[in-house]
């Protein structure tokens, strides 16, 4: 059974530019979370999908988007890439309705030079 | 917003010895969940254990047991008979049972297993 999937695993970028980000969530899963987590600090939660509508969102500005698809995967997408926005990113997965239990990816490192 | 603080940057403890880490919340809720998670240098983070708030009885998962005190808003770890593959980041964080589905993390505390 495979787990939250992320790719790509490294990414390194310039100011400006955009970038997306991938997730396959944990076989069953039905919703889909993305966090942010800046070097020695925790994750900060960016917003959650569900039944592909962003369903919560935390403080990000606009410039962080996302979808998902009906296989229940997702995408993030940052615009105008800030310094600032480098950081490890997260996704996580979950059933909606089931258990509380968030089940995490191994993360994509976004590097912004 | 619901903040989650843990105080101990970082901890220490020798093989086979038992360690405590520290956390506190703030909540004006009453149902929530509380939950443990391991984060590794492989980046995965791995669920360690959880509580639910309505539960009076503190969980434990093998090795590994909290101390919950829900009028105080502590949620310490405590793990025994540490195992050199306990050496980690360890994140508490909160859930609110009725608002919404976003979880909230500490700061998260650096664990070093000394053999």
């Known amino acids: 059974d495979a787990g939250v999937t992320q790719s790509p695993t490294h990414l390194i970028k310039t100011r400006g530019q955009q970038v997306t980000l991938r997730c396959s969530p944990k076989?069953?899963?039905?919703?889909v979370s993305w966090y942010q987590q800046a070097l020695g600090q925790g994750p900060q939660f960016i917003f959650q999908?569900?039944?592909?509508?962003?369903?919560q969102r935390g403080n990000f500005p606009d410039r962080f988007s996302g979808h998902q698809f009906p296989n229940y995967s997702s995408e993030l997408n940052v615009n105008a890439l800030l310094l600032g926005d480098s950081a490890l990113y997260l996704c996580?997965?979950?059933?909606?309705?089931?258990?509380?239990?968030?089940?995490f990816g191994a993360g994509t490192r976004l590097s912004v030079l | 917003a619901q903040t989650v603080t843990q105080s101990q940057p970082e901890m220490s403890v020798q093989e086979a010895e038992t360690v405590t880490l520290s956390c506190t919340y703030d909540?004006?809720?009453?149902?929530?969940?509380l939950f443990w998670y391991k984060q590794p240098p492989s980046r995965q983070m791995i669920l360690v254990i959880r509580?639910?708030?309505?539960?009076?009885q503190n969980a434990t998962e093998n090795r590994f047991s909290v101390n919950f005190q829900k009028a105080a808003k502590s949620f310490s770890l405590k793990i025994s008979d540490s195992q050199l593959g306990d050496a980690a980041m360890y994140f508490c964080?909160?859930?609110?049972?009725?608002?919404?589905?976003?979880?909230?993390f500490g700061t998260g505390t650096s664990l070093t297993v000394i053999p």
């Open positions: 996580a997965s979950r059933v909606w309705r089931g258990r509380n239990i968030q089940y």
């Open positions: 076989s069953g899963h039905d919703t």
């Open positions: 999908y569900y039944e592909e509508e962003e369903r």
């Open positions: 909540t004006s809720e009453s149902d929530y969940y």
């Open positions: 509580q639910e708030a309505y539960k009076q």
């Open positions: 964080a909160y859930r609110s049972a009725n608002t919404g589905n976003q979880f909230y």
